[in-house]
T-cell receptor, first 111, second 114 residues
Framework: GEDVEQSLFLSVREGDSSVINCTYTDSSSTYLYWYKQEPGAGLQLLTYIFSNMDMKQDQRLTVLLNKKDKHLSLRIADTQTGDSAIYFCAVINNAGNMLTFGGGTRLMVKP | DTEVTQTPKHLVMGMTNKKSLKCEQHMGHRAMYWYKQKAKKPPELMFVYSYEKLSINESVPSRFSPECPNSSLLNLHLHALQPEDSALYLC?????????????FGPGTRLTVT
């Protein structure tokens, strides 16, 4: 089955850029997603990218997809303390009905 | 509006109790999902409903029984649970099944089994 990997932890200073990385194994995945989860809360869909795109920008968020290396990244510009959370990348299977999540990256933003 | 609501927010139940978790969406979505999330872990898929019919059961024990009474509602009936079933239970929905549409999650029900 699909395997999705993320680094566990990232610490940045307020105002810096954050880059959260994700690798996956199934090259047939069509949509790739980024979710944010704050403590005790559900998952908030941040953005997604279709597999025929290299980049997608949405305000402070930039998603980069390297399909050859099966590498996905989320860049958060001007990171704020409110961005502190766990970020999950998720990949949809070929049938379009099952999401596989990475283990999550805990982002800590220091004032 | 991309809201999925879940009730209750918290639930404590004994191993002999029967309880139900409820999920509702009014976005006209035709696919709905139950996930289980343990602490410091990613969500794990339990069930998928497509057009109100169960389409995927990820080998979930029978003490968890899903139900989709109509296109807006999804229930998860719980009976004879074990302490290891304590977790955050998340509901999600997407516009259509089998298309990779983005899934919108509810806030979850924090379940504690004593």
């Amino acid at each position: 089955g699909e395997d999705v990997e993320q680094s566990l932890f990232l610490s940045v200073r307020e105002g810096d850029s954050s880059v959260i990385n994700c690798t996956y194994t199934d090259s047939s995945s069509t949509y790739l997603y980024w979710y944010k989860q704050e403590p005790g809360a559900g998952l908030q869909l941040l953005t997604y990218i279709f597999s025929n795109m290299d980049m997608k920008q949405d305000q402070r968020l930039t998603v980069l997809l390297n399909k050859k290396d099966k590498h996905l990244s989320l860049r958060i510009a001007d990171t704020q303390t409110g961005d502190s959370a766990i970020y999950f990348c998720a990949v949809i299977n070929n049938a379009g009905n099952m999401l596989t999540f990475g283990g999550g990256t805990r982002l800590m933003v220091k004032p | 509006d991309t809201e999925v609501t879940q009730t209750p927010k918290h639930l404590v139940m004994g191993m002999t109790n029967k309880k139900s978790l409820k999920c509702e969406q009014h976005m006209g979505h035709r696919a709905m999902y139950w996930y289980k999330q343990k602490a410091k872990k990613p969500p794990e898929l339990m069930f998928v409903y497509s057009y109100e019919k169960l389409s995927i059961n990820e080998s979930v024990p029978s003490r968890f029984s899903p139900e989709c009474p109509n296109s807006s509602l999804l229930n998860l009936h719980l009976h004879a649970l074990q302490p290891e079933d304590s977790a955050l239970y998340l509901c999600a929905s997407s516009q259509f099944p089998n298309r990779g549409d983005e899934q919108y999650f509810g806030p979850g029900t924090r379940l504690t089994v004593t």
